[in-house]
């Protein structure tokens, strides 16, 4: 058995500004995603998305993930609070962004870029599927270092105390989102990826791989305090995750049907 060794959230101190360590994960997670599009686009030149795109990507990103992520929380977990007080929505300091949230924002981000600059919008969620996965990886890895969403009560050899919230050994679930979520879907999509694949492919495999992992994970994961374990016995984050992991089966089974149209016509 562990126990959680209880980083101070601020990573570094400078006067009356303070650098705190999620923010700083929040900023590696984007600088990845930055540096492996570069290196993307000089792999396969002839791509959608070219280098003098690659800001912009990253700015339409980053914003549909701050605000979907708020909105998400605000919509998903606590709507009925928000609604009392919905100022309070802004309130981004007190905490609440989720994933779900930052997902949908990122997907509308991507089709209002697609739309500014004339691009095909699959084509994009298409080159930007294999990045994500380390930017998650670096979000879940804020997460540990704060000592938050922490996992279930449990009895395996590995299990952790977070002496903030109880004495009761639990999962690390953080650092099974980790590499999970974010190391090993980013090896799958990274492999699956190295070659041409048809429209839509890459998109729907991060749909598929994404909702199945958390999905799983978040029967390790301790349940919002608020929210309980809904219908079924299963969290918001899994109710959450099953449309993906449909919506993505019902997207691939599309694009290769297009391909195969594509590829008898040619």
Do not use: C
Not at 127 to 152: H, S, T
Not at 194 to 223: C, K
């Amino acid at each position: 058995m562990f126990v959680h060794p209880q980083f101070d959230p601020v990573a570094l101190q400078l006067g009356p500004l303070a650098f705190r360590w999620y923010g700083l994960m929040y900023l590696l997670g984007f600088s990845l995603i930055w540096l492996l599009g570069r290196y993307r686009i000089q792999q396969h030149p002839v791509g959608e998305i070219k280098f003098n795109d690659l800001d912009d990507v990253l700015f339409y990103g980053m914003l549909g993930t701050i605000v979907g992520g708020r909105l998400g929380y605000v919509l998903f977990y606590k709507l009925e609070d928000y609604i009392s007080v919905p100022w309070k929505a802004f309130y981004v300091w007190e905490g609440g962004m989720s994933f779900h949230g930052g997902f949908l924002g990122v997907v509308i981000a991507m089709a209002l870029l697609a739309i500014h600059k004339q691009k095909d919008w699959m084509r994009v969620t298409d080159f930007i599927a294999p990045l994500v996965p380390l930017g998650l990886a670096a979000g879940r890895m804020g997460n540990f270092i704060n000592g938050e969403l922490w996992g279930r009560p449990t009895d395996v050899a590995w299990a952790m105390v977070f002496p903030s919230v109880d004495a009761l050994p639990r999962h690390p679930s953080q650092l099974y989102q980790f590499a999970l979520e974010g190391v090993l879907l980013f090896a799958v999509l990274w492999w699956l990826t190295r070659r041409p694949l048809a429209r839509g492919v890459a998109s729907a495999a991060f749909l598929i791989g994404y909702g199945s992992l958390r999905f799983i994970m978040e029967y390790t994961r301790e349940p919002d305090w608020f929210l309980g374990l809904l219908a079924f016995g299963w969290s918001m984050g899994q109710w959450l995750s099953l449309p993906m992991v449909l919506a993505g089966a019902a997207m691939l089974v599309y694009a290769l049907k297009q391909d195969k149209i594509t590829n008898k016509i040619r």
